[in-house]
């Protein structure tokens, strides 16, 4: 019988490829990037992907480098999204929670700039970029919680790492390293894992064939671990899909039908602005025309239609042409065409 405590036991499903995915850029920068997405699966640093189904609070990396201390701890609800992200960096302390961010307890807006980190919109996703470390964590927001946070390093470090990430230089036993990184209370459980044959996730990865090859049968065994129990769920199986997508390249098949044949809606976008699979993670406006240079990472986006600009100046997210763009001077608006006067000169 079950500890009436909690319950500890933990799937460890290894698999060799998703162990090495990376963000899709336009550049040949590399990325280290630890990923859990869906209801526990977690993508470490290096090595192979494993999946825990737990409502506890668990390390997923702690390191120091250059004397600058980092540790996120996350927690999932029994409905398997991530409702609570603790991100601490040189002792500043930032949570994502209930659709919220706070920075040392008060609530911040985005963007939102600190010495030492800037938080920021990023397509679809929200970003934390660290001033004093190489690294970012980006996260998507879906009613009820955080379906996918991505812990993204800008360079090898080589210091040792604690957490689901795991060790960075070292495979490690997975087992060791979930037991050693839960953060148990005695309210919370660690489940054993269950799977039963899904058809969706079946009829998903015989369309990937051509990037998964051989490891196939173990992405869908991930797949439907996953998605055991949250089978109603529009999140958990999605993200887990659109994880795999990305993972596959920019350029895979897979990115045209995964979402019919996955039954997954594609975002939505306000006001007028469309969302696009692949696209610039800066919307260009009427107060910026080109926010970035040529090489920004593509990712998934809410954008502009062809010729239009964000109008930037008003309430809305409304596209317009650049010729309709506002002028704002001291403060105001003025739209194309108004003369405005001065005693000495006009514009």
Known sequence: MASPRWILAVCVSLFSVLGTGESVTTTESQKYTCRTFGSGVVQPFNGSSFYVRSNCMFLLTHFTHHRVECDITTRREDDGLLVRVEIIINKVRTVVQNGSILVEGKSVSLPYDHTYQHIFQYGIYTKLKSSLLPLSVTWHNVPGGVDTLWVELEQELSTDMTGLCGKHTTQGNKQQLITESELADDTCQTRDPFSAVNQACREFFSYTLECLLAQTPQYIQLCEENIYGYETSKYIGCAFFKEVVQQCGGNS?????????????????????????????????????????????????????????????????????????????????YSPGDILSTKCQSW
């Open 253 to 333: 098949h897979a990115w045209d039908i995964w979402r019919t044949v996955a039954h997954c809606d594609e975002p939505r976008c306000p006001g007028n602005l469309v969302y696009v699979e692949l696209g610039a993670a800066f919307v260009p406006s009427c107060s910026n025309r080109n926010p970035t240079s040529s090489n920004q990472e593509l990712t998934s986006s809410c954008v502009c239609p062809q010729g239009t600009v964000l109008n930037d100046h008003e309430d809305g997210y409304q596209c317009v042409s650049v010729s309709s763009c506002q002028c704002v001077f001291a403060g105001k608006s």
